[in-house]
Nanobody
Framework: QLQLVESGGGLVQPGGSLRLSCAAS????????IGWFRQAPGKEREGISC????????KYVDSVKGRFTIPRDNAKNTVYLQMNSLKPEEAAIYYC???????????????????WGQGTQVTVSS
């Protein structure tokens, strides 16, 4: 089964850090631009960061710039989301997915829901 598996979520205090992982199962990630998304209860899904297949281009939503990074390790078939200085309002389920590449990368548009996983829960609370 082709799937992206998110992990690394958990409970963290405000101001804390987490590193999420997005690992591919059944296929290789190195041909795909990948994005991270989050959805909190009662809120729309939000695209927060995307990275090109090579890792040479990245995009961040304004609210996370300077705090989040999206490194990828194609040798490990994994894309990460390093989250620092987390805020309570960033509690959500975080998902990763292939996104449209090239000039559309800046829009962080999901390219395919075929690989949509279960997500990983992030809770930010004292």
């Amino acid at each position: 089964q082709l799937q992206l598996v998110e992990s690394g979520g958990g409970l963290v205090q405000p101001g804390g850090s987490l590193r999420l992982s997005c690992a591919a199962s059944g296929f290789t990630l190195d041909n795909y631009a990948i994005g991270w998304f989050r959805q909190a209860p009662g809120k729309e899904r939000e695209g927060i960061s995307c990275i090109s297949s090579s890792g040479g281009s990245t995009k961040y939503v304004d609210s996370v710039k300077g705090r989040f990074t999206i490194p990828r390790d194609n040798a490990k078939n994994t894309v990460y989301l390093q989250m620092n200085s987390l805020k309570p309002e960033e509690a959500a389920i975080y998902y990763c997915a292939p996104v449209r590449p090239g000039l559309l990368l800046r829009l962080c548009i999901v390219q395919s829901y075929d690989y949509w996983g279960q997500g990983t829960q992030v809770t930010v609370s004292s």
